[in-house]
């Protein structure tokens, strides 16, 4: 038997939905309230609800819609070919600035209140952690770093530290966007090209 979570109910109604979740959450910020979802999407909250399981599913398929969107951009940027490592790096770190500060309100709703719910949280902590297992693979690949654990250790430590820098960026909109795009890719560069003691 196919559940509402599971997506047995029409996928161009819940995609409807989704929609109107994303106009209230850009418009209201962190603090949108599942009501204010249905009023937009013009049902109730039990009708909201029966497409999603519950209000977590209603937040982890919005996690994934967006994540998914944001990782397919950073591979791209990452990926660019005829590019050396400093363009590179610092191509992917201004499209992922640009899409969460572009998308504010949207960012905050998903890293900070949806992530107070337990599954969303492990879903987004998973797909974070998928992206430095990749970036990891992209960097042992391309032979930027030999030892495959290293490009791992490394991928992983670019991830978390753009994504926290992304965050207080946004909370600091004095700081010019090109001095953090410069100090992060200069820090991911030296820690690619510096050789690893011993």
């Known amino acids: 038997m196919v559940t509402a979570a599971s997506g047995g109910r029409d996928p161009r109604r819940r995609r409807a939905l989704l929609d109107a979740a994303d106009r209230v959450i850009r418009r209201e910020g962190p603090q ?6 249905a009023a937009e999407a013009g049902v109730t ?3 909201l609800y029966r497409h999603f399981g519950d209000k977590s599913g209603l937040y982890q ?7 998914r969107t944001v990782i397919r951009q950073l591979r791209s940027a990452f990926a660019g070919t005829g590019a050396g490592l400093r363009t ?13 500060s572009a998308n504010h309100n949207l960012y905050r709703f998903l890293f900070h209140r949806a992530a107070e719910d337990g599954r969303t949280r492990s879903q987004l902590a998973a797909i ?37 820098t992304g965050d207080w960026w ?17 820090a991911v560069v030296a820690a690619l090209t510096t050789p690893r003691p011993g």
Do not use: N, W
């Open 45 to 47: 909250k039990p009708i």
């Open 32 to 37: 949108a309230s599942m009501a204010a979802i």
């Open 170 to 186: 946004l909370d600091h909109p004095e700081v010019d966007r090109r001095r953090v795009v410069d100090d992060l890719a200069c």
């Open 88 to 100: 590179r790096t610092e191509t992917t770190i201004e499209t992922y600035l640009d899409m969460i």
């Open 61 to 67: 398929a919005l996690a994934d819609r967006h994540l």
């Open 128 to 164: 974070v952690r998928g992206l430095g297992e990749e970036l990891g693979q992209v960097i042992a690949a391309d032979g930027t770093v030999a030892d495959p654990v290293r490009a791992q250790v490394l991928g992983h430590a670019f991830v978390g530290m753009v994504h926290t």
